[in-house]
């Protein structure tokens, strides 16, 4: 998966329900869309927000 153009590898058979990982981009609509999309493919519900950690700007997925 790319996000503002840098590649992340995410485990996703890993990614169970419960379970939460952050990006940190700029562009929170862009890296939304992304991940929407591979989940939509994945068939994965998922909840996406906006957040700043550690004074970092980036969205956090929960897989639900």
């Known amino acids: 998966m790319r ?3 840098i590649p992340y590898q995410i485990n996703w058979k890993a990614f169970k329900p419960g379970t ?3 990006i940190p981009c700029l562009d929170a609509k862009a890296a939304e869309e992304e991940i929407t999309f591979i989940t939509n493919r994945l068939q994965m519900s998922v909840v996406i927000k906006v957040v700043i950690e550690g004074g970092v700007q980036g969205v956090r997925v929960w897989r639900v």
């Open 20 to 22: 939460s990982f952050f």
């Open 3 to 5: 996000v503002q153009g």
